[in-house]
């Protein structure tokens, strides 16, 4: 009997070993993605974002040679972004929130006439290393492009796609939540962030000078006593590179008060109310 039961127990110890090799040779079940878990975004397939046509055109395939460290936004890359724990949180419990996401943010590539010279441009969102940005080909006729201007390059924050608004203002979508999110416009030679039209009606901040050359070592011309709006004239150059300047006149007159550079300008609503 003692013979029988230390048989028993011999093979009830090969049996479980056997089992747990078993267990250790399977393969640990995937990962689950953030967005998966809270239900936030559609559960990631294949990573083609958008028409194949777009994806596979010559402009972005040499592009992409060029730059091999770069690759096309996918919704992959969207979901094991380290921030998106924090957006998933925010907007799990907004109904329909996948489908909605799917169609009015997630754009990685655009078609448009940006630079309003009657050809369509290429607008692309892409991604390096967990870094987002966002490049513009301007169309050129005959199915030619421009070099690639850099709108974003290599920024931390999610971008989750691009829409170009008013047939001219290309806007990064990387606030869901927000009335509306920083544009860029064409101007003169170059895409600029709150870029802003001849005859467009801005609001000039408190104490912002105004220059009888688009040059801050001319002479002053004007200073705003207050906020105010005022209507732009004619578009300048910028400044090292980066401030435009643009030429102001009062609102609802014709008389032009000078050049003054873009950050003069007040971009929070209702800073020129009456």
């Known amino acids: 009997m003692k013979k029988e039961f230390s048989i028993n127990i ?7 070993s056997i089992s747990l090799v078993a267990c250790e040779s399977k393969p640990p079940p995937p990962k689950q993605s953030v967005m ?16 194949k046509r777009l994806v596979e055109s ?28 924090r957006w998933c949180l925010h907007n799990q419990q907004e109904q329909k929130f996948q489908q909605k996401f799917k169609e009015e943010f997630f754009r990685p590539i655009v078609t ?9 441009d290429f607008i692309v969102v892409l991604v390096n290393n967990a870094k987002f940005s966002v490049v513009v080909f301007n169309g050129l006729g005959n199915g030619q492009h421009s070099k690639p201007y850099w709108l974003i390059q290599n920024d931390q924050e999610i971008i989750f796609g691009v829409e170009v608004r008013e047939s001219e ?31 467009e009606s801005v609001c000039l901040a408190e104490h912002t000078q105004a220059y009888i050359q688009p040059d801050s070592s001319s002479d002053v011309v004007w200073s705003a006593a207050r906020n ?11 400044n090292n590179n980066e401030y435009r300047w643009y030429q ?17 300008f007040q971009d929070e609503p209702g800073s020129c109310q009456l």
């Not at 011999?10 to 479980?16: D, E, F, Q, S, T």
């Not at 416009?185 to 962030?193: A, C, N, P, T, V």
């Not at 105010?228 to 150059?237: C, E, F, L, R, S």
């Open 10 to 16: 011999k093979w009830i110890v090969i049996a479980l």
């Open 36 to 51: 998966a878990q809270y239900g936030c975004l559609p559960e990631l397939g294949a990573n083609d974002p958008t028409d």
């Open 58 to 85: 010559e402009i972005l395939k040499l592009f992409l040679r060029e730059h091999p460290e770069y690759h096309v936004s996918t919704l992959k890359d969207i979901s094991e972004h380290p921030d998106i724990f």
């Open 112 to 120: 448009a006439d940006a630079n309003q010279d009657g050809y369509l």
């Open 169 to 199: 203002f290309i806007m990064r979508m990387y606030c869901t939540g927000c009335d509306s999110n920083p544009v860029f416009h064409w101007e003169i030679d170059g895409y600029d962030l709150y870029g802003h039209i001849k005859g």
């Open 228 to 238: 105010q709006m005022v209507v732009i004239t004619d578009i300048g150059p910028k």
């Open 248 to 264: 102001i006149s009062p609102q609802d007159e014709l008389t032009t008060i000078g050049y003054v550079q873009s950050t003069g």
